[in-house]
Each structure stands twice: as C-alpha cells, then as structure tokens.
C-alpha cells in the first residue's frame, strides 16, 4: 500500500497550524479523540445550515431531508464494519460507554443471574470493566478476568479454561488503549460460542485505526465511539446481530422508540429505532458517515500500516534509553500508541513539561487502573498516533522527554 500523503491530509485539519508561544502544536493525544477535518466540520454546519429538523415526526421538507440523511446515515455506518444487515444492525448511541450500558442493562440485567459468568480481559477500559461488574453485583452473576502475559497479551490458555459453559458474555477490548495489544477477538468469540456465550467487542481503539468486520470477527455485539475516529463528540455505536437486538427488551423508554401507546401498553418501533428513544442524534450521525467517507478515501489498511510505522519508530526512540519501559507488545506489534514511564519522571509532571513544548499528550491511568495495578504503575503517560502525525512529531516528542529527564535527574 502506497504511504499516506500526511501533507495533504493535514491540510484539511486547520487545528493542527495552532501555535502555544510560538510552537506549532504536537497532537498525540488521539486515543482519547481525535480532530474533525474540514469535511466533517461542514457537514455538520451544512445540516444546521441548510436542512436542521427534527427526524421522523414531520412530513415537511425540512424533517425528510433530514430522516433520510440520518437513515442512511446508519446504511453508511454499517457498509464501514461489514454489517450485512444494514441499518437494522446499527444504533446510534452517545459514545462507547453508553454502547456497552445497553447491552448490560437490556441484556445483563434481564438474562444474568446467580452461576452465571461474564468473562472480561485485565486490560478493560473501566467503560467495559465497571460496567459489567456493576451488572454482576446486581444479578448475582461473577466476572472473570482473562490475565495479560509478561508482554502484555492476553494468555489464550487461560482464556480457554476460563470461558465454560458458566460462561454468557465475554466481553473484551480489541486494541488496548493502555498496551497497544491488538486482540485476537475473533479467536474469542469462537471459544464463546462453543459454549453458547456472546461476545461483546469494545471496539474503540480498532474501527478508527483498522478495517474491521463484525462479521469476519463474528461479533454479536462491538462499540466504538464517533470522535476517536475524525467524527464529532457525542456519538457512538453500537452494533448488534439482528436476531439478538430482535430478542431484547429496549434500554430506555420515550418517544421515537414506539410503534403503538394505549394507556396500558406500548409496542416497540423497528430496528434500530426501537433502541433510539427520544431526539436522537442526528447531526452527529450525518457527520460520522461523512467521517466513515474520508476515512475510506485514505484507505484503513493505509492508515493501520501508517500508526503502526510511527508506533514503532516511537517505541525504538523511547527504548533506546534504559530508564525509559513502554507497557505491552513489542515495537513491531502494536497498534498506533505508546503508554510509557521514565524512571525520574512522574507521568503528570512529563505531560506537563511536554506540553511546554507545545506536545500534546496523556498522562493518567487510561481508565485502566486495574491494568495499572497489573504493571505496577499507578499511571503512564501515552502518545497515540493518527493519520497527520509525523516521524518528525515523534522526534519532537522523544527530545521534549530528553529534556524532562534532564530537569528531573
Ligand atoms: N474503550 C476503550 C478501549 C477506549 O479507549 C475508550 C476511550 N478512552 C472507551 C472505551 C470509552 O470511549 P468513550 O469515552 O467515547 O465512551
């Protein structure tokens, strides 16, 4: 594949020229969102500008323009992950996190109960972890933890004596955000389905950065957010086999999500509406199909192979001193993200000094404290990569911790 054009691409994403004191910002803080390239940014102004109504409830021109732009907007969402199923299989959410609530509150809390077992991974983001261990507390039901290996990948052996016939959802991150460990999801679910369990895919840190299919995975459920990947704020997805969104029970109540109310009763509207109560969102749901446009346009294989490059040009730089350990995989096997720690340096102090030189990164736990407390770290910090970053960034952020280590040392 043909390296991206990085030049061109920064050019639609105006953000990237800001300067802090005269030094033109470094982003590296993409796992946690990335930015809106102009596209986007005039689709979502385009909607307001030219044709904001609300969906489903008028038959003026206004409101069917923009019904069938956020309609379709799901058909575009689905064609992305390679859901046959279309916009049955699709339902726009607000982010990861409420993706992963609607499944454990109009699955979990219905289908668990005492015996029963959730198998989760130690690298859960907190959205996936706290989520499905607060549904256990209420069921009676147990999560089990599949352990990470001493390079950070999920210990398969372990995995398969832990998903039993116990087992009815096992739920795990694809790419970590914390590790950079890319999953072998697939492999998961196949276990979890010889005995008869789902498998929940938390898919926030694949579908921006990879081509992924629910079905080649054979996902039953996979998440992910709108603005990890060039989309807004304020929208995720959740997509479900239709058979099993059928089968469940809707997560909140109101108007949309209805096909006949009587004072005694109501029955639910078709998928996916029927999971989408109240004024959905609808600008953000025209953007993110825009989004999934631009995306295409570069190629996800261009872009997987892009992160993975400088992830493993960041990774040698970073290791080249000892005092220096990047949590997970090695360079060459990774996703696009660097979590690390020097020796001297505090993560927030690091982040801190970074961002003097205008070098935007994380310092914290990820929303991974329980993997923290595996690699004996109460925090990191993290660079993360995305289509306009450069080898030159990377650089810039390898002598902006030099020059951390030397304050602190
Ligand atoms: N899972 C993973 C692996 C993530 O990286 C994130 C974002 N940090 C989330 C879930 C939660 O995403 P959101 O905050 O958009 O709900």
Redesign the pocket.
């Known amino acids: 594949a043909e390296p991206l054009n990085v030049e061109a691409i920064r050019e639609d994403f105006p953000i990237l020229q800001r300067e802090f004191d005269d030094t033109q910002l470094v982003y590296l803080d993409n ?2 969102t990335t930015q809106t390239p102009e596209p986007v940014v005039e689709t979502i102004a385009d909607y307001y500008r030219r044709y904001n109504a609300n969906v489903h409830r008028g038959i003026h021109q206004l409101s069917q323009e923009a019904s069938i732009a956020y309609e379709e907007a799901h058909d575009r969402v689905a064609e992305f992950i390679g859901a046959s199923g279309g916009r049955e299989e699709v339902i726009f959410t607000k ?4 993706s992963v609530n609607l499944v454990a509150y109009a699955w979990g809390l219905e289908e668990l109960g005492p015996g029963d077992e959730i198998v989760l991974t130690e690298m859960e ?1 907190h ?2 972890l706290v989520t499905w261990q607060q549904i256990a507390k209420r069921t009676g039901a147990e999560c089990k933890y599949i352990p990470i290996t001493d390079e950070g990948r999920l210990d398969m052996d372990a995995a398969r004596e832990l998903i039993t016939d116990e087992t009815e959802m096992v739920a795990a ?1 694809h ?3 914390t590790l950079g460990t890319v999953n072998p999801v697939s492999e998961l679910a196949a276990i979890a389905h010889d005995h008869d369990a789902y498998m929940f895919v ?1 898919a ?2 694949s579908v921006p950065n990879r081509s992924v299919d629910v079905e080649a995975i054979d996902a039953d459920f996979l998440a992910f ?1 709108g ?2 990947m060039c989309g807004p704020t304020g929208i ?1 997805v959740l997509y479900g086999k239709q058979h099993i969104l059928e089968s469940m029970e809707p997560y909140l109540y109101g108007g949309e999500m209805i096909l006949k109310v009587t004072f005694e009763d109501s029955k639910w509207n078709e998928l996916p509406w029927k999971y989408e109560a109240g004024t959905p969102v609808i600008s953000q749901g025209i953007a993110l199909a825009e989004a999934c446009d631009y995306l295409d346009d570069i190629g996800m294989d261009r872009i997987e192979r892009h992160e993975a490059r400088l992830a493993e040009y960041a990774y040698d730089r970073l290791t080249e001193h000892d005092d220096v350990e990047v949590y997970g995989p090695p360079g060459d096997d990774r996703g696009g993200l660097v979590a690390f720690n020097v020796d001297s340096v505090h993560a927030h102090d690091l982040s801190s000094i970074l961002n003097d030189s205008a070098v935007a990164i994380r310092a914290g736990d ?2 991974t404290q329980p993997l923290h407390d595996v690699l004996g770290a109460t925090a990191s910090a993290r660079a993360s990569f995305y289509i306009y970053n450069t080898k030159t960034e990377v650089d810039k952020l390898v002598e902006a911790v030099d020059d951390a280590r030397q304050l602190f040392s």
């Open positions: 796992a946690a982010n990861t996190t409420e983001h959205a996936n991150v790419v970590s955000n938390d926030a840190q957010s603005h990890k995720g990820h929303c």
